[in-house]
C-alpha cells in the first residue's frame, strides 16, 4: 500500500505572523528583515504585495528597496514565531504521531494509518488543515499530498499561496517531470550549475540520466538525485519527538567590521572553532572531517572541506585544520564578511580511535592534556557561563594604530 504523506508549508510564515499585529499593512509591500546596524540587513521573509515587486528572501535591504522604494520594514520577533510554530505543529499532532518539521515553517505529516479516521480523503484532508489554520491562527497554508516526502514538498510549492495539490501514482510525471532540476528537494545553486553543463535542466532530463552517471558528476549525492527524480524516494516520516542522527554541528557569525588580515581570520575561526568543539564534546561527537565556508562582503560564499587525519574534538584541532582551508579559500586583504566553521563525518565517542605510530607516539601526552585542559574548561563554563574562560587562541592580536 502506498504510504500517504503531506507537506504543509506555511506561506510568507515570518510577514504572516508579524502582519497578524499590522493588518493595515497586508495590502501594502512589507518585509521582515535582520537589524542593518549589525550588518545582519537581509531579507527575511516578504508579503505578497512585496512579491509582486520581485523582493526575494535572502537579498539585501538596498536590493529590496531598489526593486520596492515604499517597501515597509519591520524587525523580527524569532520567539513569537517559534510559539506560533508551535501552535502549528499542535494542530498536526491531532491528526497523526508522525509529524516531522522541516525548519520552522514546514512539516511533513505521515497520514498512511489514521488517514481513515478522518474521512480517507488525503486533499479533503489538506483543505480542513487549510482552513483550521486560518480560521484558528490567521495563517495560510500551502499543502503538497503525495506518496513520498520528496514529492509531497514539491506539491506544496507548486501552487502557492493557500491551496493543496496532489501529485499521485497517475499524474507524477505530468507534473513532477516539466519542473527545474533546481526544484528538487537539495538540490542546490551548485549542482544545479553542474547539471546544466550537462544538458540537465529540468527533472525529467535528471530522470532519464543513468545513476552511474550521475555518481561520476555528484558523488554519492547522484544516484540518491535520480532516485528522488524517479519517484523511488523511501525516507520515512520521523516523528519530531525522536530524536536524529547529528549530521554536522557548526557555527558562523558575521563580524560587525569586514576582516582583512591573517590574525583577524585566525581570531574569528578560533572562536568559532570553540563553539564547535565545546558542542562535540557535549554531544560525546568526534570530527571526522572539517568545513569553511568564507563569504565576502557582496554575499559570495566559497566552501572547502577536508578529512581530519584523526577524529577529534579538540579547540586547537579544530582551528588548525579551519585556518589551512581558510587560507586555500583567501587571501589578504580581501575582506571577508562572514565565516563559517562546521564539522562534519562525525562519529561516537566509543568509534573515535587514532592508531599510533613510532613517530606520532610521543604527540599522545599532549593530546591527553589538551583534554584534559579543554574539559576542564567545560566545567568552569557550565559552572560560571560561557564566557567565564576563553581559549587563548580565540583572541585576536590587536593590530598596531598607523602612524598619523
Same mark, same amino acid.
Given at each position: 500500500? #502506498?504510504?500517504?504523506?503531506?507537506?504543509?508549508?506555511?506561506?510568507?510564515?515570518?510577514?504572516?505572523?508579524?502582519?497578524? @499585529?499590522?493588518?493595515?499593512?497586508?495590502?501594502?509591500?512589507?518585509?521582515?528583515?535582520? +537589524?542593518?546596524?549589525?550588518?545582519?540587513?537581509?531579507?527575511?521573509?516578504?508579503?505578497?504585495?512585496?512579491?509582486?515587486?520581485?523582493?526575494?528572501? %535572502?537579498?539585501?535591504?538596498?536590493?529590496?528597496?531598489?526593486?520596492?522604494?515604499?517597501?515597509?520594514?519591520?524587525?523580527?520577533?524569532?520567539?513569537? /514565531?517559534?510559539?506560533?510554530?508551535?501552535?502549528?505543529?499542535?494542530? /498536526?499532532?491531532?491528526?497523526?504521531?508522525?509529524?516531522?518539521?522541516?525548519?520552522?515553517?514546514? @512539516?511533513?505529516?505521515?497520514?498512511?494509518? =489514521?488517514?481513515?479516521?478522518?474521512?480517507? #480523503?488525503?486533499?479533503?484532508? %489538506?483543505? =480542513?488543515?487549510?482552513?483550521?489554520?486560518?480560521?484558528?491562527?490567521?495563517?495560510?497554508?500551502?499543502?503538497?499530498?503525495?506518496?513520498?516526502?520528496? *514529492?509531497?514538498?514539491?506539491? @506544496?510549492?507548486?501552487?502557492?499561496?493557500?491551496?493543496?495539490?496532489?501529485?499521485?501514482?497517475?499524474?507524477?510525471?505530468?507534473?513532477?517531470?516539466?519542473?527545474?532540476?533546481?526544484?528538487?528537494?537539495?538540490?542546490?545553486?551548485?549542482?544545479?550549475?553542474?547539471?546544466?553543463?550537462?544538458?540537465?535542466?529540468?527533472?525529467?532530463?535528471?530522470?532519464?540520466?543513468?545513476?552511474?552517471?550521475?555518481? =561520476?558528476?555528484?558523488?554519492?549525492?547522484?544516484?540518491?538525485?535520480?532516485?528522488?527524480?524517479?519517484?523511488? +524516494?523511501?525516507?520515512?516520516?520521523?516523528?519530531? /519527538?525522536?530524536?536524529?542522527?547529528?549530521?554536522?554541528?557548526?557555527?558562523?557569525?558575521?563580524?560587525?567590521?569586514?576582516?582583512?588580515?591573517?590574525?583577524?581570520?585566525?581570531?574569528?575561526?578560533?572562536?568559532?572553532? +570553540?563553539?564547535?568543539?565545546?558542542?562535540?564534546?557535549?554531544?560525546?561527537?568526534?570530527?571526522?572531517?572539517?568545513?569553511?565556508?568564507?563569504? #565576502?562582503?557582496? *554575499?559570495?560564499?566559497?566552501?572547502?572541506?577536508?578529512?581530519?587525519?584523526?577524529?577529534?574534538?579538540?579547540?586547537?584541532?579544530? =582551528?588548525? %585544520?579551519?585556518?589551512?582551508?581558510?587560507?586555500?579559500?583567501?587571501?589578504?586583504?580581501?575582506?571577508?564578511?562572514?565565516?563559517?566553521?562546521?564539522?562534519?563525518?562525525?562519529?561516537?565517542?566509543?568509534?573515535?580511535?587514532?592508531?599510533? #605510530?613510532?613517530?606520532?607516539?610521543?604527540?599522545?601526552?599532549?593530546?591527553?592534556?589538551?583534554?584534559?585542559?579543554?574539559?576542564?574548561?567545560?566545567?568552569?563554563?557550565?559552572? /560560571?557561563?560561557?564566557?567565564?574562560?576563553?581559549?587563548?587562541?580565540?583572541?585576536?592580536?590587536?593590530?598596531?594604530?598607523?602612524?598619523?
Amino acid at each position: 500500500m #502506498d504510504r500517504v504523506i503531506l507537506h504543509c508549508d506555511l506561506n510568507c510564515f515570518y510577514a504572516s505572523v508579524e502582519l497578524l @499585529s499590522h493588518p493595515d499593512l497586508r495590502e501594502i509591500p512589507t518585509a521582515v528583515c535582520g +537589524d542593518p546596524h549589525s550588518r545582519h540587513g537581509i531579507i527575511l521573509a516578504k508579503n505578497e504585495p512585496a512579491k509582486k515587486f520581485g523582493v526575494q528572501t %535572502a537579498e539585501t535591504i538596498w536590493q529590496a528597496k531598489k526593486k520596492c522604494p515604499d517597501l515597509v520594514l519591520l524587525p523580527p520577533h524569532h520567539d513569537l /514565531y517559534r510559539e506560533y510554530s508551535r501552535q502549528v505543529n499542535a494542530i /498536526y499532532d491531532q491528526y497523526t504521531d508522525l509529524v516531522e518539521p522541516f525548519g520552522i515553517d514546514e @512539516s511533513w505529516l505521515d497520514v498512511t494509518n =489514521t488517514l481513515h479516521l478522518f474521512g480517507g #480523503d488525503a486533499h479533503a484532508l %489538506a483543505d =480542513t488543515l487549510r482552513e483550521r489554520m486560518k480560521r484558528e491562527l490567521g495563517l495560510t497554508l500551502s499543502v503538497g499530498v503525495s506518496f513520498n516526502k520528496v *514529492f509531497a514538498k514539491l506539491g @506544496s510549492d507548486y501552487k502557492k499561496p493557500d491551496a493543496t495539490t496532489v501529485i499521485s501514482r497517475e499524474n507524477w510525471k505530468d507534473i513532477v517531470w516539466p519542473l527545474p532540476v533546481g526544484d528538487l528537494l537539495y538540490v542546490g545553486g551548485a549542482a544545479r550549475k553542474l547539471l546544466k553543463q550537462y544538458g540537465v535542466e529540468t527533472i525529467g532530463q535528471l530522470a532519464a540520466c543513468s545513476p552511474e552517471m550521475l555518481e =561520476t558528476l555528484m558523488g554519492k549525492m547522484g544516484p540518491q538525485f535520480h532516485g528522488y527524480a524517479n519517484g523511488l +524516494d523511501t525516507d520515512p516520516v520521523r516523528s519530531r /519527538y525522536e530524536a536524529e542522527p547529528v549530521k554536522s554541528v557548526g557555527n558562523g557569525t558575521t563580524f560587525p567590521e569586514n576582516l582583512t588580515t591573517r590574525d583577524q581570520v585566525l581570531g574569528g575561526i578560533a572562536m568559532l572553532a +570553540d563553539s564547535v568543539a565545546t558542542r562535540l564534546r557535549h554531544a560525546g561527537l568526534y570530527a571526522g572531517g572539517i568545513q569553511v565556508t568564507v563569504r #565576502d562582503p557582496q *554575499f559570495h560564499d566559497r566552501s572547502r572541506q577536508r578529512q581530519l587525519p584523526v577524529p577529534t574534538h579538540l579547540i586547537r584541532d579544530l =582551528t588548525d %585544520a579551519a585556518m589551512e582551508l581558510a587560507d586555500q579559500l583567501w587571501k589578504p586583504p580581501s575582506p571577508i564578511r562572514a565565516l563559517t566553521v562546521t564539522a562534519i563525518h562525525l562519529v561516537q565517542e566509543g568509534e573515535a580511535y587514532e592508531q599510533v #605510530d613510532l613517530f606520532t607516539a610521543s604527540a599522545a601526552p599532549k593530546k591527553v592534556k589538551q583534554e584534559k585542559l579543554e574539559g576542564a574548561m567545560d566545567q568552569i563554563r557550565k559552572k /560560571y557561563g560561557s564566557r567565564a574562560i576563553i581559549f587563548g587562541a580565540c583572541q585576536p592580536e590587536k593590530e598596531e594604530d598607523p602612524l598619523p
